[in-house]
């Protein structure tokens, strides 16, 4: 398995415009986590998925954020418009279960708002 | 609330010593706990688990230390090794939510 794949791997963009991160998962999986990683808040959890679900968004920081799974195989991460302090790396996991799993992650997307 | 919050953010060693990274959660819930290393440029990688109804587990040269009475948590990495320097984070599940939360990270450097 090529494990999950994120697309783009590097994202630069000005600010106001709007931003589409995609995931695609590893093959069987059902849950499905988006995650942004900064230095000064570390990896936070944005929003969850169990089986093309959103089970909690709660970590979505605003409005300008949504994302989407049509499927099982794909998800999206959208925010729109974006700002300079969206700057971030974001990560895809997945599991294969609700929890007490193993999460698998992507290389991540590094956004860079301007 | 929850939280995950590691004691010390870099941890410099000798190639070689052995390595203790330390990490704290405060949800009483939390039933699955697993270890991330994470290099420069790429996402967090799997290193070893533990459920709560275990206090010790083992793997390669790892052994993850769960102590539920404290809500403590810690990685022992034996005679470590160049390679080993990256980014090391805990992360609780809730195996009700599914929800996983890290913690902030620990740095583990290592002096050849």
């Known amino acids: 398995d090529a494990g999950v794949i994120q697309s783009p791997r590097h994202e630069v963009t000005e600010m106001g415009q709007e931003v589409t991160l995609r995931c695609k998962p590893i093959?069987?999986?059902?849950?499905l986590f988006w995650y942004r990683q900064t230095m000064m808040r570390g990896l936070e959890l944005l929003i969850y998925?169990?089986?093309?679900?959103?089970?909690?968004d709660s970590g979505m920081p605003e409005d300008r954020f949504s994302a989407k799974m049509p499927n099982a195989s794909f998800s999206t991460l959208k925010i729109q418009p974006s700002e300079p302090r969206d700057s971030a790396v974001y990560f895809c996991a997945s599991s294969s279960g609700t929890g007490g799993t193993e999460a698998f992650f992507g290389q991540g997307t590094r956004l860079t708002v301007v | 609330g929850e939280s995950v919050g590691l004691h010390l953010p870099t941890l410099s060693v000798q190639e070689g010593d052995n390595s203790i990274i330390n990490c704290a959660y405060s949800n009483s819930a939390s039933d699955y706990f697993i270890w991330y290393k994470q290099e420069s440029g790429k996402g967090p990688q799997f290193i070893i688990d533990i459920r709560s109804n275990m206090d010790k587990r083992q793997g390669q040269r790892v052994t993850v230390l769960l102590n539920k009475t404290v809500k403590h948590l810690s990685l022992q990495i034996a005679a470590t090794q160049p390679g080993d320097s990256a980014v090391y984070f805990c992360?609780?599940?809730?195996?009700?939510?599914?929800?996983?939360?890290f913690g902030q990270g620990t740095t583990l450097q290592v002096k050849p």
């Open positions: 998925f169990n089986n093309n679900v959103p089970i909690d």
């Open positions: 093959s069987g999986h059902n849950s």
């Open positions: 992360a609780e599940n809730n195996g009700n939510t599914g929800k996983l939360i």
